[in-house]
């Protein structure tokens, strides 16, 4: 959940058994969908968007199943793409939200994109910072750990850490490091620092079952990005070491969205310079989602 911010109203729905927690901020006739992203984090990342976007919108958080303030299944059949972007519908349905744009960053844009495809009267407008979808070319890092997730390993260092039998050895230390490839700007370790406080929050054993888990093809996600028929906007940093900004080049190729590359700047460019992501959400959402559009 959102720290230290008072929601103007809270509630759940239920999937399965598992309770997933949402938070409503504001109450304007326009309305925002934050989506959560890996469940390595909750919707505290949001935490520079919710108050500057809720003086004109009422915005909608959740905590996807797996962190924060909702449950913590280790059944990967609670991870799907298709499970989180089933949620993301049922929340708006919970809050009284019928239509809104819809937000993402990195991994939530693959429940954003299905949510787009599978539900299309409920959004209004997309915004994808720094999307995480399986367009080629994978980051050298990342290529490399899904060859390492399942072997012993001697030696655990940099992306190696990207390892099952690691992450029970020394979570924090997985942590510590995955962020720090979140954040490759310079003078980052404030952020860095607030990810891991997010990431301590759950365990090795229900992130391995995220990774476990079914994901979106890239023939489905390329089908569902070429029937974006909504004003869509991507954002990237060229400095990203999780998702290429090669790979967000052709994700805003695909769905016909506008295309921002930030210069210097990595994975969460939405927690690093929150001033410039929130100015340049702003021009997007006054052009395409005005005053007297309907929420």
């Given at each position: ?6 929601a103007t109203?809270?509630g759940e ?8 927690r ?15 992203t890996?469940?390595?984090v909750?919707?505290?990342h ?6 500057y976007?809720?003086?004109?919108y009422t ?9 924060g303030?909702s449950?913590?299944?280790t ?6 793409d298709?499970?989180?972007a089933?949620?993301?519908?049922s929340?708006?349905?919970?809050a009284?939200?019928?239509?809104a ?5 990195s ?6 994109l ?5 539900y ?21 890092g ?10 012993h ?8 850490m ?8 020394d979570?924090?230390a997985?942590?510590?490091?995955f ?19 997010m990431?301590?929050e ?5 992130i ?25 906007l ?15 080049r052709?994700?805003?190729r695909?769905s016909?969205a ?11 460019p ?26």
């Amino acid at each position: 959940m959102l720290r230290g911010l008072r929601a103007t109203r809270s509630g759940e729905i239920e999937r399965d058994g598992a309770k997933v927690r949402y938070q409503v901020f504001g109450s304007a006739e326009r309305s925002i969908l934050l989506l959560p992203t890996w469940s390595i984090v909750h919707s505290d990342h949001w935490r520079h968007q919710v108050p500057y976007l809720a003086q004109r919108y009422t915005v909608l958080t959740f905590d996807g199943l797996g962190n924060g303030a909702s449950d913590r299944p280790t059944d990967p059949a609670y991870y799907t793409d298709d499970a989180f972007a089933a949620d993301a519908a049922s929340v708006m349905d919970a809050a009284g939200i019928e239509r809104a744009v819809v937000i993402s960053s990195s991994l939530g844009a693959a429940w954003q994109l299905l949510l787009a495809h599978r539900y299309p009267h409920l959004v209004a407008a997309s915004v994808y910072i720094a999307p995480y979808l399986p367009f080629p070319p994978l980051t050298r890092g990342y290529a490399e750990a899904e060859l390492w997730w399942d072997e012993h390993l001697t030696l655990h260092a940099g992306w190696a850490m990207w390892n099952r039998e690691f992450w029970h050895q020394d979570w924090p230390a997985f942590c510590r490091f995955f962020f720090s490839r979140c954040f490759t700007e310079p003078d980052s370790e404030e952020q860095i620092e607030h990810f891991l406080s997010m990431g301590l929050e759950t365990s090795p054993e229900v992130i391995a079952a995220t990774i476990d888990t079914e994901v979106i093809s890239e023939e489905t996600a390329r089908a569902a990005a070429e029937a974006v028929c909504v004003p869509t906007l991507v954002l990237h940093g060229d400095e990203d070491a999780i998702s290429s900004v090669e790979s967000g080049r052709e994700f805003a190729r695909l769905s016909g969205a506008e295309l921002v590359v930030l210069p210097g700047s990595g994975h969460e460019p939405h927690c690093r310079i929150p001033s410039q992501v929130n100015g340049l959400l702003d021009a997007f959402l006054s052009k395409q989602y005005p005053s007297g559009t309907e929420a």
